[in-house]
């Protein structure tokens, strides 16, 4: 099959030819000195995205590897731990906090809903057990943010350590690590950064190696251990083994594209091509997936389906009739995403994934207006441009 004209799916997305260009830069042994300046200069930049002057640990996987290790490190057996659950992630979060042996109690609102700061309030105040909390700052395969600007703190006051699943929420939201006293934070490159999968970027307070270093079930001389990294690395200089040359070149030329684009530009621009998106869909007749407006997350647009209509059937459309890749639901629920992260979030991008949507959605038999959901799409861009 021809390869798609517009990659605008949920992450891997497109990347730059900057990227590119970093990614096919020369393959140099990890201890080469240069190459062990590139792993340090390319730490500090994602302590800056991050906003902390916590550590940075890069683990070699894909994110999951940096949830799962940091996840095991942290949860003792016996441990109560709250757990958030609004979508995909949240939820497979819960199955390893009960699998690891702690004691799992959480909130479950609907996958187009979030849990408010209220409800986070209200279930502390009863259970004063709680020593941790675990919540998905973007849901990216519903769309959906949580207010982790209100429950971070909340947290941080109450001496509870919170872990946070971030992988599509730096960069893609307003984020604030430190002040807003976040624990563990994991992110992705592949999603609003535009770098290559390949890499978790996570950022550890003192706090949360404290509880580490307290865990006689924390992994140890292990894939999926941060101790080795903070001991062998970032104590000695040591790699625990040996990281892809390749993706941390790709990620750092990503990390210098965003930093000097600027973290509140990049911010910005997902969030205006979001409300180009939304706009557009609305104006076709397409019902947003999300049940409020400020929960939509800025990296993705929801959009419900028809119960006649299969999600995976209206991707795998798109791709084959007109060139352009989407995400279906991921379990998430029968929805379609138009994704608008890293270099796809912006310019015209929405108007083309609106078009190819809205043309698959008419083809399979529904009622669109796809020349009304555009021409609103492309009037919302004309005034953010003015
Ligand atoms: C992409 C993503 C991950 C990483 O999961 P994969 O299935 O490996 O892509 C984790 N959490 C969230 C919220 C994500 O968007």
């Known amino acids: 099959m021809a390869l798609p004209d517009f990659t605008l799916s949920a992450g891997p997305v497109a990347v730059t030819a900057r990227t590119l260009a970093g990614l096919g830069k020369p393959l140099l042994y990890h201890y080469d000195p240069e ?9 500090q930049k994602v302590a800056q995205i991050f906003k902390t002057r916590n ?20 949860i003792t057996p016996g441990m109560h731990v709250l757990n958030l659950v609004q979508g995909v992630f949240g939820k497979g979060t819960g199955y390893w906090i009960s699998g690891f042996g702690a004691v799992l109690h959480e909130i479950e609102v609907g996958y187009d809903d979030a849990v408010t700061p209220a409800q986070v309030e209200a279930y502390l105040d009863e259970h004063p057990e709680i020593e941790m909390v675990c919540l998905v700052a973007s849901e990216t395969p519903s769309g959906t943010v949580t207010d982790v600007a209100a429950i971070g703190p909340m947290c941080r006051d109450r001496g509870i350590l919170t872990y ?3 992988v599509s929420g730096v960069l893609g939201m307003e984020w604030e690590t430190d002040a807003w006293g976040l624990d563990l934070c994991v992110a992705g490159a592949q ?5 290559p999968p390949g890499v978790a970027l996570i950022s550890v307070s003192q706090k949360a190696w404290d509880a580490m270093y ?8 292990s894939y999926l251990s941060l101790i080795d990294w903070k001991e062998k690395w970032l104590g000695e200089g040591r790699f625990p083994y040996t990281p892809s040359v390749s993706d941390m070149n790709g990620l750092e030329a990503a990390l210098d594209q965003a930093l000097e684009e600027g973290i509140d530009e990049v911010v910005a621009r997902h969030e205006a091509a979001a409300a180009v998106t939304r706009t557009g869909a609305r104006a076709m007749g397409l019902e947003l997936w999300a049940v409020r407006e400020e929960i939509a997350s800025a990296c993705v647009t929801s959009i419900r389906l028809p119960d006649s209509i299969d999600n995976a059937l ?4 798109a791709r084959e009739r007109y060139g352009v890749m989407l995400s279906h639901g991921q379990g998430a629920g029968n929805l379609i995403r138009l994704s608008h992260m890293g270099p796809t979030a912006g310019g015209m991008y929405s108007i083309v994934g609106l078009a ?9 038999g529904m009622q669109v207006d796809v020349g009304a959901g555009l021409e ?8 953010q441009r003015r």
């Open 191 to 195: 999603k609003c950064l535009g770098g």
């Open 376 to 383: 609103a799409a492309l009037a919302a861009l004309a005034e």
């Open 55 to 74: 550590d940075i640990v890069l683990m070699q996987g894909e994110a999951i590897v940096g949830l799962e290790g940091a996840l095991r490190s942290l």
């Open 314 to 317: 209206v991707r795998d459309h």
């Open 35 to 43: 190459f062990k300046a590139t792993f340090e200069r390319t730490q």
């Open 214 to 221: 307290a865990n006689p079930l924390a992994p140890r001389d």
């Open 164 to 166: 946070v699943d971030t």
């Open 356 to 364: 190819a949507l809205g043309r698959t959605l008419a083809d399979l």
